[in-house]
């Protein structure tokens, strides 16, 4: 006969074990983002040549790419974060569905700074934990709170592509192609995250995040 006190007990062993395999798998997550080893799931179906790239149109496309590539590794840990605190199974398989739609964003954007001879940030480890611990901190929030914050990020990526459309080369028609669909995915997320029910943030909250944005932007930008 079990008594009702050592059910109990194993209960909470059950769910302690099942958070700390939840961390681990954060862990292995990470460092998989951080390493580049992730492939995309889906192929950009769009081809053309560099050759008509002058060398400082590849630098500059590889520069934003690298913004770019950097603003998946914060998607990622951001995601990740909420939805290791998030309770609702619902929202917490919508949390999962983004991150593994932001890693083909992740690994496109990888690929295209190879093609382009560039490099990605070395900032990138202290952008992912600082993200990871805001997604842990936005989910603790409450999840309207959660989806709010969300929805804000990816409105806000959704304004920065736009500003990298107009500084990429017409000529780099490849990297063109990818920021706009990228930058349609983000709106997606976004209104995701409002039919979901988020709630929107205060305007200093926002003003805030644009200014953490901003920095992380200008810093990769040159490192």
Same mark, same amino acid.
């Given at each position: 006969?079990?008594?009702?006190?050592?059910?109990?007990?194993?209960?909470?062993?059950?769910?302690?074990?099942?958070?700390?395999?939840?961390?681990?798998?954060?862990?292995?997550?990470?460092?998989?983002?951080?390493?580049?080893?992730?492939?995309?799931?889906?192929?950009?179906?769009?081809?053309?040549?560099?050759?008509?790239?002058?060398?400082?149109?590849?630098?500059?496309?590889?520069?934003?790419?690298?913004?770019?590539?950097?603003?998946?590794?914060?998607?990622?840990?951001?995601?990740?974060?909420?939805?290791?605190?998030?309770?609702?199974?619902?929202?917490?398989?919508?949390?999962?569905? #983004?991150? /593994?739609? *932001?890693?083909?964003?992740?690994?496109?954007? !990888?690929? =295209?700074?190879? &093609?382009? %001879?560039?490099?990605?940030?070395?900032?990138?480890?202290?952008?992912?934990?600082?993200?990871?611990?805001?997604?842990?901190?936005?989910?603790?929030?409450?999840?309207?709170?959660?989806?709010?914050?969300?929805?804000?990020?990816?409105?806000?990526?959704?304004?920065?592509?736009?500003?990298?459309?107009?500084?990429? #080369?017409? /000529?780099? *028609?490849?990297?063109?192609?990818?920021?706009? !669909?990228? =930058?349609?995915? &983000?709106? %997606?997320?976004?209104?995701?995250?409002?039919?979901?029910?988020?709630?929107?943030?205060?305007?200093?909250?926002?003003?805030?995040?644009?200014?953490?944005?901003?920095?992380?932007?200008?810093?990769?930008?040159?490192?």
């Amino acid at each position: 006969m079990i008594h009702p006190s050592d059910s109990g007990i194993r209960e909470r062993g059950f769910s302690v074990v099942s958070f700390l395999d939840r961390i681990i798998e954060e862990v292995d997550q990470g460092l998989k983002v951080l390493s580049g080893a992730v492939s995309a799931r889906r192929s950009l179906d769009f081809h053309a040549s560099d050759v008509n790239l002058t060398d400082e149109q590849k630098k500059i496309s590889a520069r934003l790419m690298r913004v770019n590539h950097t603003g998946e590794v914060c998607a990622q840990a951001l995601y990740l974060g909420q939805a290791l605190v998030e309770k609702d199974l619902a929202i917490k398989t919508e949390l999962n569905q #983004s991150a /593994e739609e *932001e890693l083909d964003h992740l690994a496109w954007t !990888q690929q =295209r700074i190879d &093609e382009l %001879g560039g490099r990605t940030s070395i900032l990138n480890p202290v952008f992912y934990a600082g993200s990871f611990a805001i997604g842990v901190i936005a989910g603790l929030s409450g999840t309207q709170r959660s989806l709010g914050f969300l929805q804000e990020t990816e409105r806000q990526v959704e304004a920065h592509l736009t500003e990298h459309l107009d500084r990429v #080369s017409f /000529e780099d *028609e490849r990297s063109r192609a990818m920021i706009v !669909q990228m =930058r349609e995915e &983000e709106r %997606g997320h976004a209104n995701r995250a409002e039919r979901l029910g988020a709630k929107p943030l205060p305007k200093p909250v926002r003003v805030i995040m644009r200014v953490m944005s901003k920095a992380m932007t200008r810093s990769t930008y040159r490192i």
